[in-house]
């Protein structure tokens, strides 16, 4: 299982990123944490958790104020490596609903030179269920293209095999990370997670914490062996499920 | 605490006093002494100790004072005498009206301590008939009690560090300590110069400026810099202010020797296996034995190791901090009762209660700094005119070498010097807030106020300015947090708390004591996956290394870690005799500069050899012969193949963290140069770099520079880099944000553990150190690791001394100097350190791993 998986990757190692499957779509992982779909030009990213400092601050805890321009210098790197046409943010954009109207001046900016000619599709997530207009683009609760669905929570109780199977869904809201511990070093990354029919996206937010990909909630959306890809400084590192340590 | 040891020989001591006093006329000063007091000391056939009068008559002057004296010397009592006496001569005087506050405060460092001591004063004051109500507030006592102490203090309050902070902080300290006229601080030497000590000295500032008349006392064991301590006495007004010093006499001189095994003294490890039988049979010999050791893994061994020869089935106890805290308490009270015969503890017990019974002392391993060797010697005897008595059992050969040079420290009464170091920021941080909380303040006059404190003295307008906006909005250059000040200035220009629930985040968050994750270690049952009973408690970061599969010494066992559920480490009994997983290797305390000085002195200086074990001496001449002796300043760097490795083997004697942080600038270096290290291994004395190209020959070619390799500038941009993913720097900033009150300890509040926290904290220190480098929480977490757990600063002063003083030797085979280093079981350090290296191996073994499955499989 292991090995096809290895081989497949090292074909698809091309341009950008690894290149991965997805119930027949072929899909490049950016290093930074980006899921592009060359054939519809789509650039996929999850959980932003954009202004994440500032709901702190407002609770008495004043986390630096620089989470929402980090992520969004990450989004703008992996925007210029993959010059989509479309960006789909998969959900939990931003921390609270009031996230949008906190937003600092430059980092409007920056959103907006990131948006400028291309088209933004906001997803529905649970920390940001309603639309925030000032920001432009759509406000879905959810997207089907083609092969894929893409959507902030998995559907639930879907495996991915047997009768009424998911196949091609993209989800966010887990921000899977894997640790392995490499001669007496532990590592701790954000990581793509999928079985070939789903796949769970990292979370892009630089105050986003994770959820180890062993943990029963990530488990249980695979029906059987899944991957995790962890997301690097040039290049992601493709490691099977069962070699990453599970936290508890 | 030492009272009740008086108690027992005080008529001893008498009468060597009298023998002693010399010109002194004992009487003399027995005159600023009531006639009640000396009833009472005659009444026990007792006499005051010169010491003691001493003091009495320092408060009388209204002087401030530091007393040193060793354990046994009567000096809480001493501490204590001026209150006493002012308690009953007010007592007496009593038509005006007894004022409401706390007389005497006395801050101890540990809350059994404050109990212990309550409970010894108690009995005189109660003897002498004295009206003095005594009391104890720790984190223990009922809150009915606290709020009735609030309102109706007791004359004499005992309390630790933490509860001043908490008192200080609200709306009645004013009342509480308006007519407070003594601080005595209990075991200052260990408070000064830590993070607890500063915020201590903060709260002393802000009672000196509640009560200007108080005095302070300052107990102390010897120390090497008691200006230090004196100054902490006194307000630092125009800097260098000085309390008085009253210098008990000392105790009769130690006995200390050298355990020389008749076994073969390793060449590496902590363990001292070789050595078993002999401490074994000390403890026979012995009424009572301490037996410290440096970490709590090896505590665990040794005991496991004692147990298992324990033929007589002597009652050996073991005491170290990640045991159950009621098994602790059952250790001690045994102790107390004389009840056992051996305890082997680490420095959980080198403070606090003392126990008359103890008449040995056996420090395994080397002692690491003389201080605390001497410290330790103390908890035996304390019977000032009877010698204490320990034997020091080196673990390893370089031990050898520093247990004797720690023993000619002792006997000189030479202490390690102490650190330099300045007040904490993150500490003044929490200071400051606690100060809104306890009523308005202004900037400019809490700003004289804290620079009244020893370890503030020095604080610039600045620093402070940039605490204060920490306090605030957070301090950053981005102005986005005004709106959710925690702090704000008012029209009046005073600074208050805006709100009463951040006065309640503050009581929830004070101290400075962050402690590690704890996970606990259970056994997994044979039948039941949910396991069986609990073992203990080890520190997460410890597991986080570790792969299921390793095991590891815990409880007296070795044990398999097969995985963690939930806050609980599953782990099973495992056949192996070796654990795999070093535990903790060295020790938790790096060699002291003071000692590692010594320890070269000794290297230096053959003609001295002649006094060490033979095969010691043996070991070093075979290493003269061969290679070169490290000379007292100059750094010996040999180079060698072995097992087709090329190794490159310093030794800087500068202890093994700040030999980690080198070993990680210096592959970074290598890698750069393109001589692709592979990791290296470190001890307290040496440092060995290994990898797979000839180091020889690339410095014999001048592609290597050992002279620019060494040069005191990889402190700058080799150092930022890796501090950018230092796990040590990632702690250490967690730290300063907890103390600092940037987050709270159950941040982000609502998860279920405090695993995410420590994600969470290093998401924001990465935030921060790109955004805003220069953050005053960073400067505090930079200040933290110049003298902790990278000890960056003695890498430093190291790298500037040695600077074109390399002595280079190629060799053809390793030397017997480096063969310790070398067998140190400590973990592989990549080079560099990176993870992106690490993860691309992790990668290929797996993928190999898979190709190798499928090979068997199709064949």
Known sequence: ?248 | MDDARDDRREDEVREEDSRSAGGCEPDAGLTDLPETFRRWFAGRGWAPRAHQLELLARAREGRSSLLIAPTGAGKTLAGFLPSLVELAERSRARNSARPPGVHTLYISPLKALAVDVARNLERPAEEMGLPIRIETRTGDTPASRRQRQRRDPPDILLTTPEQIALLIASADAAHLFGDLRRIVLDELHALAGSKRGDLLSLGIARLRRIAPEAQTVGLSATVADPDTLRRWLVPQVMGGEMGDVVVAEPGAAPDLSMLESVAHVPWAGHTARHSLAEIYALIERNTTTLVFVNTRMQAELLFQELWRINEANLPIALHHGSLDVSQRRRVEAAMGEGRLRAVVCTSSLDLGIDWGAVDLVVNVGAPKGSSRLMQRIGRANHRLDEPSRAVLVPANRFEVLECRAALEAVRAGAQDGAVERRGALDVLAQHVLGMACAEAFDAEQLYEEVRSAEPYAGLTREDFEDVVDFVATGGYALRAYERYARIRRRKDGLWRVANPMVAQQYRLNVGTIVESTMLKVRLAGAKSRFGGRVLGEVEEYFVETMSPGDTFVFAGEVLEYITIVEDEVRVARSNAAEPKVPSYAGGKFPLSTFLAARVRALLAAPEGWSSLPAQVHEWLEIQRRRSRLPGREDLLVETFPRGGRHYLVAYPFEGRLAHQTLGMLLTRRLDRLGLHPLGFMVNDYALAIYGVRDLSLAIAQARLDLDRLFDADMLGDDLEDWLAESALMKRTFRQCAVIGGLIERRFPGKEKNSRQVTMSTDLVYDVLRRHEPDHVLLRAARADAATGLLDIRRLSDMLVRIRGRIDHVPLARVSPLAVPVMLEIGREMVAGGASEALLAEAEDELIREALDGAGDGGG
Request: aromatic share 6%.
């Open chain 1, 1 to 248: 299982m292991a090995l096809e998986m290895a081989e497949g990757d090292a074909d698809g190692r091309a341009g950008a990123g690894e290149g991965i499957e997805l119930a027949g779509a072929w899909l490049t992982l950016d290093p930074a944490g980006g899921l592009y779909w060359p054939a519809e030009r789509l650039l996929v990213v999850a959980d932003l958790h954009l202004e994440k400092g500032s709901a702190f601050a407002r609770r008495g805890v004043p986390l630096p104020p620089y989470d929402s321009r980090a992520t969004l210098a990450l989004l703008a790197r992996i925007v210029e490596r993959t010059k989509p046409r479309t960006i789909v943010a998969l959900g939990d954009s931003f921390h609270d609903g009031g996230g949008a109207a906190r937003l600092g001046a430059a980092e409007r900016q920056s959103l907006a030179e990131i948006a400028r000619g291309r088209e933004m599709v906001w997803i529905a997530g649970n920390h940001d269920p309603d639309p925030a207009p000032e920001l432009g683009g759509v406000h879905l609760p959810e997207l089907a293209i083609g092969p894929l669905r893409l959507r902030h929570e998995p559907a639930q109780g879907a495996p991915t095999q047997g009768a009424g199977a998911v196949r091609g869904e993209i989800a966010g809201h887990f921000h899977p990370v894997a640790r392995l511990v490499v001669r007496g070093r532990g590592l701790r990354r954000r990581c793509f997670a999928t079985d070939g029919a789903r796949l769970v996206m990292p979370a892009l937010g630089a105050y986003a914490g994770g959820l180890n990909i062993r943990d029963a909630a990530l488990a249980r959306l695979f029906a059987g062996a899944y991957a995790a890809h962890l997301v690097g400084a040039a290049r992601t590192y493709r490691i099977a499920h069962h070699a990453c340590l599970p936290d508890r």
